[in-house]
């Protein structure tokens, strides 16, 4: 049973423009919320993350929504670059457990 | 920087061998985990360890066995390898913590197939 879902398997922006990435989970026990970014023939990377006490973390282009009310969190990435195609992970945790969904495939169009 | 690194990047068995899938870490984590991942599933967690000797079962651990002999490394073992074990398999660590703590750093991957 997925715990962690991104429902959407790719997504294609255009270069400059906002890419959003997004996931629902379904375990209300989970207080950490993370972001990887992983691309070909390489491991995942970790990008950005957020506890259950905030709603918005930012790095950079990269912000991280979380609505806790709705279980869900999104990535934001603005401006996107061609740089940034790539899988992206979100994962959601306890602190006994770390969960993962099954990645969404960006593709930065120049 | 957290360096993870796997012994393979590509290997190649036949059904019924048995498969080493070696990971060593060099940032003193406590931590190390293996997963595979398959398309429309994610990472799927097959075994934790949080000390030398220490192992714990994850999502799908049959077929598997680890071992973790010192702290830097942690070796996944195909008992007898099936092709539905055909995979990407990520080897991560992390700081001592529960297993969802901390951010995870991850090894490059081996791409396993079975024949």
């Known amino acids: 049973d997925q715990q962690v879902k991104q429902n959407s398997p790719s997504l294609s922006v255009q270069e400059g423009r906002i890419s959003i990435l997004n996931c629902d989970y379904t375990?209300?026990?989970?207080?950490?919320f993370l972001w990887y970014k992983k691309y070909p023939a390489e491991g995942p990377t970790f990008l950005i993350s957020i506890s259950s006490i905030k709603d918005k973390n930012e790095d950079g282009r990269f912000t991280v929504f979380l609505n806790k009310s709705a279980k869900h969190l999104s990535l934001h990435i603005v401006p996107s670059q061609p740089g940034d195609s790539a899988v992206y992970f979100c994962a959601a945790s306890d602190n006994n457990d770390m969960r993962f969904g099954a990645g969404t495939r960006l593709t930065v169009k120049p | 920087d957290v360096k993870v690194t796997q012994s393979s990047r590509y290997l190649v068995k036949r059904t019924g061998e048995k498969v080493f899938l070696e990971c060593v870490q060099d940032m003193d984590h406590e931590n190390m985990f293996w997963y595979r991942q398959d398309p429309g599933l994610g990472l799927r967690l097959i075994y934790f360890s949080y000390d030398v000797k220490m192992k714990e079962k994850g999502d799908i651990p049959e077929g598997y066995s680890v071992s973790r002999e010192k702290k830097e490394r942690f070796s996944l073992i195909l008992e007898s390898a099936s092709t539905n074990q055909t995979s990407m398999y990520l080897c991560?660590?992390?700081?001592?913590?529960?297993?969802?703590?901390?951010?995870?750093?991850f090894g490059p991957g081996t791409r396993l197939t079975v024949t």
């Open positions: 375990n209300s026990m989970f207080d950490y």
């Open positions: 991560a660590s992390s700081l001592l913590g529960g297993a969802g703590s901390y951010e995870q750093y």
